[in-house]
């Protein structure tokens, strides 16, 4: 049985690693580079498919990078080995310069290159900087090493489980595959992450992007539970402005029954409505549709601030204002006093996963952290 059982030692993230495809390491590796130039290659590699994940694109999209930015992540050579790269098939370029209208080259795994995204490779890069964290970032970081302790992980069985959600159709290739199990190969290495976000100050772990039938299954496994609140997000912004409206969005959102009413509204289901509504408030304020009417004629006040509000801004500036304030409470507020204490557990984003053994504390902890922000959430608390 593949169980991974972590360890002081194996959890100090004390180099930098990468985890690519197999195939696409030999044909790095082939090229004869100096150790140096093929760790900054791997690196590189790495950053292309790390952008991509994080913006769901897939691998034959290229990704901008300018020559700046390269300079800052490497040195002033970094055509030497990248120039390799290209010429020999690894990585193509788009070739698409434009100072004008601020494009930057852009660069991607070359399409041959990699047949089986799921077979891959976990390579520690000795001279690459180890990830260190942040003074701020540190407690959560300490946080998660902690929390990695109190567990075990039978990764052979998060293997199947994505083996039998995403199997292999006609040997094409799959991207989503290769997102998974990177997701599980890194932290069975040993590679940990917790960072908060310079944007949104949301905090990023191994756990955050993990798909959720993989936390799942490591929660069933560990007796973990976790605690979050019903529509956290919109409950969220109904509390941002619930100083300033007097119409029901702020007792449907902070009651949990937002989707429904609206489900009701729209003749769908909760999840159709929770879909249309995201769509809705994250739209730019000049778009229109069913939704939206609907919401303006049972949420007048409420609507007309959010517009007002992305008119002045944005739709994106609207999403990381709620962001921000979410990370306030769970992380900032809750995360930070379950460490304090010593109680072990992890966020993902709006919900926080501990030992069942430790809900009466955790449920505590968070309603202290609401009750002095002024914040009110139905929270959804598992049966002890």
Not at 63 to 69: H, T
Not at 193 to 201: G, K, Q
Not at 205 to 210: A, E, R
Not at 331 to 337: A, E, F, H, T, Y
Request: some cysteine; aromatic content about 8%.
């Amino acid at each position: 049985m593949d169980v991974h059982t972590p360890s002081k030692h194996s959890l100090t993230a004390s180099k930098h690693a990468v985890c690519l495809p197999v195939e696409l390491v030999k044909a790095v590796r082939s090229l004869e580079l100096s150790r140096i130039k093929t760790n900054h290659s791997l690196y590189f590699l790495d950053m292309i498919v790390s952008r991509l994940l994080i913006k769901k694109l897939q691998p034959d999209v290229y990704s901008p990078m300018g020559a700046k930015f390269l300079r800052k992540q490497f040195n002033s050579r970094y055509r030497e080995w990248l120039s390799v790269l290209i010429s020999e098939g690894v990585v193509e370029c788009d070739n698409d310069y434009a100072e004008f209208r601020r494009k930057s080259l852009g660069y991607r795994i070359s399409p041959s290159i990699v047949t089986n995204w799921a077979d891959l490779e976990v390579v520690s890069l000795t001279n690459i900087d180890a990830f260190q964290p942040s003074e701020s970032d540190r407690p959560y970081f300490q946080g998660l090493l902690d929390f990695l302790k109190t567990i075990e992980i039978d990764y052979s069985v998060l293997s199947s489980l994505i083996d039998n959600e995403l199997p292999v159709e006609n040997g094409s290739l799959n991207f989503k595959r290769y997102s998974w199990y990177r997701s599980i190969r890194l932290l069975q290495s040993g590679v940990v992450r917790a960072s908060m976000s310079p944007v949104n100050d949301r905090l990023n772990t191994n756990f955050t992007n993990m798909p959720s039938i993989l936390v799942e299954h490591i929660m069933k496994s560990n007796n973990l539970v976790e605690i979050d609140a019903k529509n956290s997000q919109f409950a969220i912004l109904a509390n941002m402005i619930k100083a300033k409206v007097n119409d029901d969005f702020v007792t449907d959102a902070i009651c949990g029954v937002l989707y429904e009413r609206l489900a009701d509204k729209l003749d769908c289901s909760r999840e159709e409505a929770k879909d249309l509504v995201m769509k809705t408030i994250y739209s730019k304020h000049y778009h229109d549709n069913k939704t939206k009417r609907i919401m303006t004629r049972l949420y007048p006040e409420s609507m007309a601030i959010i517009e007002k509000y992305k008119r002045k801004s944005s739709n994106r500036e609207l999403a990381i204002a709620m962001q921000q304030k979410e990370s306030e409470i769970y992380i900032d507020g809750v995360l930070r006093k379950l460490h304090e204490i010593g109680v072990p557990a992890i966020s993902k984003h709006d919900s926080i996963i501990f030992h069942r053994r430790d809900l009466k504390t955790v449920e505590s902890v968070i309603r202290d952290t609401l009750e002095t922000m002024d914040i009110q959430l139905e929270l959804k608390v598992p049966n002890s």
